[in-house]
């Protein structure tokens, strides 16, 4: 799973940090940034929630599917 937060749209209010953060956090400048691009799998809920709770949308999921 790859995701990116859209720095157009995020507003820092931090709901993602809540929810998952091993893969968000709120950078210096008071948005919110990923960790990794590649999100273990057992991460994958959290990750969800984080995206379904952002009030501005700003979160993008590419579920990637492995071929073997
Ligand atoms: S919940 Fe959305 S708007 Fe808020 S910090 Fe996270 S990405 Fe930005």
Do not use: K, Q, W
């Not at 940090?17 to 709120?26: D, E, Q």
């Not at 057992?42 to 984080?50: F, G, Q, T």
Request: negative net charge; contains cysteine; glycine residues 8%.
């Amino acid at each position: 799973m790859n995701v990116t937060v859209d720095d157009d749209l995020c507003r820092g209010h931090g709901v993602c940090a809540s929810a998952c953060p091993s893969v968000f956090v709120i950078a210096d400048g008071g948005y919110a940034e990923t960790t990794t691009n590649d999100v273990p799998s057992d991460l994958h809920p959290s990750v969800r929630d984080a995206a379904d709770g952002c009030p501005e949308h700003a979160i993008h999921i590419n579920e990637e599917h492995h071929v073997h």
